[in-house]
């Protein structure tokens, strides 16, 4: 019998190939039947507009704990963090030519974030369920009571000339409230990730952390005015 040769050409001009669908992985789970979501095509004002609100929520959860929103650990981001960071370094930074011993910006943005990567870091050794970056994530965004205190304290530091012991017990009180808060805040979303006949040594860490931040709020006394 002769062989027939076939001309892949013609059957490629009859029919039509499909190069379009979905890679699928053996063994992986189904995909849920929803709409793709893509910001490629999104104007750029939307797409900022559509982060500034995420981060505004999650400072809203970090200001109502108890709701136990666990939007921090599944949508995490470093915004709020470097926001905080940033507004925090350039309040407590001191003048040179007025009050030498203030710390400066690259020491307090060093030490917020180093702080966190080391309070991670414990996390992590002490057998955390979390990852890095949702545990650096959760201590950025829960500085923000210890940084409505420090906007606080410089308000008072403002509004007077000089610094009575009244005024000072008011700051003092305030930046506990906010050291106390910061504190509750990260244990309410970093609490259930470690083992609890650990939990002491991950609070520990975490109590250091706002602490030193705290210090650094209530011994600032220097003003810009």
């Known amino acids: 019998m002769a062989a027939t040769s076939v001309d892949v050409s013609d059957v490629t001009d009859q029919v039509p190939l499909d190069v379009e669908g979905d890679i699928t992985v053996p063994g992986a789970p189904p995909e849920e039947d929803e709409e793709d979501f ?6 750029v004002k939307e797409t900022i507009l ?4 995420a981060v505004g929520k999650k400072f809203v959860h970090v200001l109502n704990p108890l709701k136990g929103s666990r939007s921090l650990l599944r949508e995490w981001d470093l915004w709020g963090p470097l926001v905080l960071c940033v507004m925090v370094a350039l309040l407590l930074q001191g003048d040179n030519a007025a009050d030498t011993g203030a710390p400066q910006f690259a020491e307090v943005f060093v030490i917020l974030w180093v702080g ?7 996390s992590q050794l002490l057998g955390g369920q979390l990852s890095f970056f949702q545990s650096v994530c959760v ?10 205190a ?15 012991i009244v005024l000072f017990a008011i700051r003092f009180v305030t930046v506990l409230l906010g ?37 650094m709020i209530i011994s600032h006394t220097h003003s810009d005015t």
């Open 38 to 43: 893509s910001t490629l095509d999104e104007p």
């Open 139 to 148: 201590l950025g965004y829960c500085v923000l009571p210890l940084s409505i």
């Open 50 to 53: 559509r982060d500034l609100k």
């Open 116 to 122: 966190a990567v080391v309070v991670t870091l414990n």
């Open 150 to 164: 420090l906007i606080v304290c410089r308000i008072i530091l403002a509004a007077s000339a000089t610094q009575t």
């Open 179 to 215: 050291f106390a808060w910061s504190t509750f805040a990260a244990m309410a979303f970093l609490g259930d990730s470690q083992p609890v006949n650990r939990k002491a040594l991950a609070v520990y860490p975490i109590f250091l952390f706002y602490f030193i931040i705290s210090w």
